[in-house]
């Protein structure tokens, strides 16, 4: 695999600098984030009923993602109080049994058009697991996010809305009904986190290129010049010792070593020349004494 990828001549990276933090990357990385993210289409019409009948208070978009089908009863149930404490209408995908604390002001679907309801004007926040295509989804329409994590790179990709302002992360595992219901308040009533994922949608959207038409560009660019070798670097081209220098440090220890070692050979041999001399001298002293 390590071998595979180091032979790739472009490299499509499905994030972009309103998501990541700034650092250096090779000039055969090329970011395409939210390159599936498109403007929402309308809503069919027993959803678009639903959300307009939240009103003013709008509505909150709830999905754990496409491979969480169901909770245990305990967490569902924990979820499930906490949102009906909430004025907005909850429109949460989910497919296990339906939570007894179920409230009026929240629609369980197996299924939601989640981009076109993220796109959707009244939709307020967001409670996401922090998959990538979701988040970018939230970034690319405007609405904050609260976060519950579940495995693989949930948590970090929450911790970066989260270090921008722009979401509230919390544990899914110990969460209760008034942690939900309070992060659900601070997202909904605080402007920040609106502001926040606001200025992420406008770094977004401001772009030379749509993130799709980017990674067709690279991919045919590619195609036409018979690959991209001269983006790639020459760390590629090294050995695993090599590239972390591990034969430079080899050598500078040896010659450290071997000037360390005739250091020692020399003190001990002028140390030695030198009580060769002083006993001769001090046994001539000794004798005139006696």
């Known amino acids: ?6 032979k790739v001549d472009i490299c499509l990276i499905r994030t972009y600098w309103d998501f990541e933090y700034p650092r250096p990357f090779p000039p055969n990385f090329k970011f395409v984030g939210g390159l599936h993210c498109k403007p929402a289409k309308p809503l069919s019409k027993e959803l678009e009923e639903f959300v307009q009948s939240s009103g003013d208070h709008g509505v909150v978009v709830f999905s754990l993602g496409s491979m969480i089908k169901n909770l245990t009863s305990e967490r569902a149930n924990t979820i499930a109080a906490a949102l009906g404490q909430i004025p907005q209408k909850v429109v949460w995908r989910y497919s296990g049994k339906t939570p007894e604390t179920l409230a009026s002001n ?3 679907y197996d299924w939601i058009p989640q981009n076109d309801l993220l796109g959707h004007p009244k939709t307020k926040a967001f409670i996401t697991h922090g998959g990538t295509n979701g988040l970018y989804e939230a970034i690319y329409h405007g609405v904050p996010v609260v976060g519950l994590p579940l495995f693989g790179d949930q948590p970090d990709n929450l911790m970066h809305i989260k270090s921008k302002g722009a ?6 595992h110990t969460i209760g009904s008034k942690d939900l ?11 920040s986190y609106k502001e926040s994922i606001m200025r992420l949608s406008r770094i977004h959207h401001d772009q030379p290129m749509k993130p799709l038409d980017q990674a067709v560009y690279w991919i045919e660019f590619v195609m036409r010049n018979k690959g991209a070798k001269h983006l790639r670097v020459q760390a590629h081209e090294l050995s695993w010792y090599q590239y972390h220098c591990l034969d430079v440090a080899a050598f500078l220890l040896s010659i450290t070593a071997l000037i360390t070692f005739l250091w020692v050979k020399a003190c001990c041999f002028l140390f030695r020349r030198c009580v060769r001399k002083t006993r001769p001298e001090r046994k001539r002293q000794k004798n005139k004494k006696e």
């Open 1 to 6: 695999m390590c071998e595979t990828m180091g």
């Open 106 to 108: 929240t629609k369980i």
């Open 167 to 172: 979401a509230v992360v919390l544990d899914i």
């Open 181 to 191: 219901v309070d992060a659900l308040k601070a997202v909904l009533n605080n402007p």
